[in-house]
């Protein structure tokens, strides 16, 4: 046999043995919607770095969620956005706090057609805009945070949550969330731990999503972009503490990792298209520089074919119906 007769464009020479012979597709259950619900407006806000992504009110939250469980997808991600900001983030665990109510409406809406997830963190809480409390050298507090985090998480488990997403990286946060759960009775509420998170320049667009008050940066609790190994321990830890997903975030310019952690996890594993990473497609297709629709599929297909079971996406839904046509 010739080497001339081992010739791979055979199975490229038309759409359908392409789609044949595909090794990953997409289906509209691998993705999650991340969503904002914003207290104190009457009408959806665009927000202006993220073209096509809105601040519900908790009306038009609901009839998303509607729209977008027609569309098939997995579940949705809901952040608040509250009027009132302080120190310790009270807002996070006031039972009537945006986020809380958004995820009782979101429920009610939900009804079995998608999985109801919260983010599990208090940045979008606080006048400093940290991920937790401060000490008194102005320090992220680990510990003091933690018990922030276990008041949090039962505020928003009896807020009927199906999971939460714990996106703050304190060290110990999942075990803690476990426990408290377990201690209270929420024992299916699952976790998602967002394990591997970086501290990354892509989460830019989510800051003005989340009117973010953040002075500095999180580099002394989020992961440093040079470390692929050390993802490995994150995600060893928090499935020793009880982590039932686990997240690697962001997803580009992270897909080493993702394969690391797919590679080995015992857990599904999931990934998080952030805003940056919308935010770019969006204003090159705008200046049309790029294909829209082609680098939307192709940026969330190679996430899927590096690892991830799941996706987090702002274009789940749009996905979802292209997918179905
Ligand atoms: C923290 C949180 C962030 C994102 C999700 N959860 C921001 C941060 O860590 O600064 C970013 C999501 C995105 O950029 O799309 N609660």
Redo the contacts with the bound molecule.
């Keep these: 046999m010739s080497q001339r007769s081992i010739r791979p464009r055979r199975l490229r020479s038309t759409p359908a043995m392409r789609r044949l012979v595909a090794e990953t597709r997409l289906h509209p259950a691998d993705l999650v919607l991340?969503m904002f619900v914003r207290e104190g407006i009457t009408e959806p806000v665009a927000i202006g770095s993220?073209p096509g992504v809105v601040h519900h009110t908790l009306d038009s939250l609901k009839s998303a969620i509607a729209g977008a469980a027609e569309t098939g997808i997995g579940g949705v991600m809901l952040?608040g956005v509250p009027l009132e900001k302080d120190a310790v983030g009270s807002g996070a665990t006031d039972p009537d706090g945006i986020l809380n109510a958004g995820i009782r409406a979101a429920v009610a809406e939900a009804g079995d057609a998608l999985v109801v997830q919260s983010?599990l963190?208090?940045?979008?809480f606080t006048d400093h805009g940290h991920?937790g409390v401060l000490d008194a050298l102005g320090r992220v507090d680990n510990e003091a945070t933690l018990e922030r985090y276990r008041d949090m998480a039962l505020v928003q488990a009896a807020s009927g949550a199906q999971m939460l997403?714990l996106?703050?990286?304190m060290d110990g946060q999942t075990g803690v969330v476990r426990e408290a759960l377990e201690g209270s009775g929420f024992v299916d509420t699952a976790i998602l731990a967002?394990a591997a998170?970086y501290?990354?320049a892509?989460?830019?667009?989510?800051?003005e999503?989340?009117n973010?008050s953040?002075v500095g940066d999180?580099r002394a609790y989020?992961m440093d972009a040079a470390n692929r190994r050390e993802g490995m321990l994150e995600v060893d830890l928090d499935i020793a503490e009880g982590a039932d997903v686990v997240m690697v975030?962001?997803a580009g310019s992270y897909l080493d990792v993702l394969a690391d952690v797919a590679a080995s996890s015992t857990v599904p594993v999931w990934a998080?298209?952030?805003?940056?990473?919308?935010a770019m497609i969006e204003a090159a297709a705008a200046n049309g520089w790029i294909d829209r629709e082609r680098a939307i599929d192709e940026s969330v297909l190679a996430i899927k074919r590096a690892g991830a079971d799941v996706v987090?996406t702002?274009w789940a839904v749009e996905l979802a119906e292209r997918l179905r046509r």
Excluded at 121 to 124: A, F, N, Q, R, V
Excluded at 202 to 207: D, E, K, L, S, V
């Design positions: 991340p993220m952040f983010d963190c208090l940045d979008e991920c997403g996106s703050g990286m967002y998170k501290a990354s892509y989460y830019g667009p989510f800051r999503a989340v973010s953040l999180r989020q975030k962001p998080y298209q952030v805003s940056g990473e919308y987090l702002y």
